[in-house]
């Protein structure tokens, strides 16, 4: 299923896109999209018959924000320098364990709302990612195969980074990773059955209509499965945390000097196979 909300900030709806692409409302069904119904199989069972049974009323789209695909994220763990070709085009060695770094639920806003550049920055960098959406709780976790059984499902992330503020201002990666709206998420919410493989996904990227990033999920150094099996190893995951799970080359930082850092007035278009399409338009904060 491909699970998503609508409606403007703050007041979106619950909602289903069919194979046929038309817009449905769960309002009449469930509360909304999150932890909670991602944990009740029982009420995704009853979305998924009605869906089937064509019992879910037409939502008109024509207008209609899509926000996040998920409310009331609980966390946003990060893992960074996940791709081998990224890792080479920023000339660090592959990492020995995955790198673990956090966003704040609150920097995520809708796949098409406004990204803003921080004052005072000069190095916002772009980052698709594959995003892991937890549906079961996942304590100490032993294979990889369990890693995937507790996936609810997959979306697209933007993790929009501040290089300045990560790499060349001290301490932790946190400072160029938590400003507002750094973490577009959406459109979807494709649950787990529709992604056989989530190591065969290709992710893009372009700015301004020139495409930056081309990769494949293939390429990940540490997969989705066992990414969520070694977070479980040091943290709870619960149903509704998010996994943003790396970005392959072509970031900004990867290029040659003068490096093409975000401008405001930039526009941003990315999509994972099979998870949607986001498109930003940048601005100054």
């Known amino acids: 299923m491909k699970l998503l909300r609508v409606g403007t900030a703050g007041r979106e709806r619950p909602a289903l896109l069919d194979p046929d692409g038309t817009l449905r409302d769960l309002s009449g069904l469930v509360a909304d999209i999150d932890g909670t119904l991602l944990a009740d199989e029982d009420a995704l069972g009853r979305i998924s018959s009605a869906a089937a049974a064509g019992d ?3 939502l008109d789209a024509t207008g209609l924000r899509t926000g996040p695909p998920l409310a009331r994220i609980g966390k946003i763990v990060c893992i960074g320098l996940n791709y081998h070709d990224h890792a080479r085009e ?6 020995a364990e995955p790198v673990v770094f956090f966003k704040a639920p609150d920097t995520v806003v809708g796949p098409d709302d406004t990204v803003l550049i921080p004052r005072g920055s000069v190095k916002t960098d772009w980052e698709v990612e594959l995003a892991v959406v937890i549906g079961r709780t996942a304590r100490y976790l032993e294979s990889a195969e369990e890693g995937l059984a507790h996936v609810a499902g997959y979306t697209v992330a933007h993790d929009v980074s501040e290089r300045e503020f990560q790499i060349e201002r001290g301490g932790t990666w946190d400072k160029g990773k938590n400003c507002e709206t750094f973490n577009p998420l959406g459109p979807w919410l494709v649950t787990a059955d529709e992604v056989p493989d989530p190591q065969n996904l290709s992710l893009r990227l372009w700015v301004n209509g020139e495409l930056k990033q081309d990769g494949t999920t293939a390429e990940q150094i540490f997969p989705v499965g066992e ?4 977070v479980s190893r040091f943290m709870t995951l619960y149903p509704g945390d ?3 799970t790396g970005t392959p080359a072509g970031v900004a ?10 401008r405001a007035g930039d526009v941003v ?3 994972v196979t099979g998870l949607g399409r986001q498109r930003q338009v940048l601005a100054q904060a």
Do not use: C, F, S
């Open 56 to 58: 879910l009323p037409a």
């Open 90 to 95: 920023t000339g660090a060695e592959p990492p």
């Open 227 to 230: 990414v969520v099996r070694y």
């Open 242 to 244: 998010v996994i943003n």
């Open 253 to 262: 930082m990867g290029h040659p000097e003068p490096k093409p850092y975000l």
């Open 269 to 271: 278009e990315l999509e």
